[in-house]
């Protein structure tokens, strides 16, 4: 059916200019679905929870793995995760950002009662040390709202550190200090360093440990059905999509509108057979019909999966199928491309176990 969104279906308004990917484009999904299928406005309103999936349930991984913005391979595009508080193999509390699994210290100074320590990228010991602490007490002449504040129970009372990093400052303590708390500080330290002549940096660590979360809220998941919506629609056209019995799961995903538990987190254990299967670090969409149950199960980096009940009233005879993004390799398959790519005894392996691709959890 041309021209029908599959989200917001007949709305003579709707225009349909913009490229829908099936999984994200930021986690290196090349393939897209038939113009026509997904209006700009369901595009447009939805790519922010696709956005939020990316930057919360999903940052760990993109921090660890790749890929980088849009997708990219390029080292120089690598995601970043945020300022967060990390912790040393000397236990020492400090700011930095972690890039494909590696740690970077921001430049900052970090206050404990009357003793100071001084981090930047760029320290060397073997350099005079003076132009680095010059500039940081020179960046923190200038402190001012706004920061961002990083709250942390691995700092004492009255324990604190200003950091700051790609235009932006940051501040972290035990608890949330006022302003003019901080503005004591900062003189604080202006006091002590004036106290003495020589400073000294601290040692750069090879390794650190940081407080990040894996975060899962009703909007990502959210974007979760969306991907399995989306994965049903390339694999069995937008005609498909479109049936009644997909309006629930549909109202859920434009709306929020929630009268079942569509998403659930799926243990390793249940997918071991799968995630055997796949390509190393890929994402996949596997979709079966149990009963009048049509379920998806969602993966990504083959490690972090989710159930998605699209719909519980689903008459359609549909046999099962799915979507494989190799966004390592830069390559896409539907389920049975894939499946044909593989060595014979592969397949062998696959008629003996004499299964479907999956079976959901109940």
């Keep these: 059916m041309e021209n029908t969104c599959i989200y917001w279906k007949s709305d003579a308004d709707l225009t349909f200019n913009k490229k829908e990917h099936v999984f994200p484009a930021g986690i290196g999904c090349k393939t897209t679905l038939p113009k026509g299928y997904v209006s700009d406005k369901a595009n447009e309103e939805t790519s922010i929870l696709e956005a939020e999936l990316l930057r919360e349930t999903l940052a760990l991984p993109r921090i660890f793995e790749g890929p980088g913005k849009r997708g990219s391979l390029s080292v120089e595009k690598q995601t970043k995760s945020d300022v967060c508080i990390a912790v040393d193999e000397l ?12 740690p970077y210290p921001i430049i900052q100074i970090h206050k404990r009662g009357i003793l100071l320590s001084v981090s930047s ?4 010991i073997d350099y005079d040390t003076k132009p680095i602490i010059d500039d940081l007490f020179n960046r923190l002449e200038t402190f001012h709202n706004p920061f961002v504040f990083i709250e942390s129970k691995r700092l004492k009372e009255g324990e604190c550190i200003f ?3 790609n235009n932006k400052q940051y501040y972290a303590a035990k608890t949330k200090q006022t302003l003019e708390r901080i503005k004591d500080q900062i003189n604080e330290i202006k006091s002590i360093k004036n106290s003495f002549e020589q400073a000294f940096l601290s040692p750069k660590s090879s390794h650190i440990s940081c407080d990040m979360f894996f975060i899962m809220t009703e909007r990502t998941n959210r974007a979760v059905a969306k991907i399995a919506c989306n994965t049903a629609a390339y694999c069995f056209g937008n005609t498909f999509l479109l049936n009644p019995c997909f309006d629930d799961i549909r109202s859920y995903i434009v709306e929020g509108t929630k009268t079942t538990d569509y998403v659930s987190f799926v243990q390793i254990d249940d997918i071991k057979n799968e995630i055997e299967l796949m390509p190393h670090k890929s994402h996949w969409c596997l979709i079966t019909k149990y009963g009048m149950n049509l379920i998806a199960v969602v993966c990504f980096y083959n490690h972090f999966a989710f159930q998605v009940l699209l719909s519980d009233c689903c008459h359609t005879n549909v046999q099962p199928n799915g979507f494989i993004c190799d966004w390592k390799r830069k390559k896409d398959y539907k389920l049975y491309e894939f499946l044909s790519l593989l060595s014979s005894d592969e397949k062998n392996e696959i008629s003996k176990q004499n299964r479907v691709p999956f079976e959901p959890s109940t």
Aim: overall charge negative.
């Design 121 to 124: 990228p760029n320290q060397n």
């Design 163 to 165: 950091g700051f990093y």
């Design 91 to 102: 236990d020492e509390v400090q700011l930095a950002y972690i890039s494909l699994g590696k």
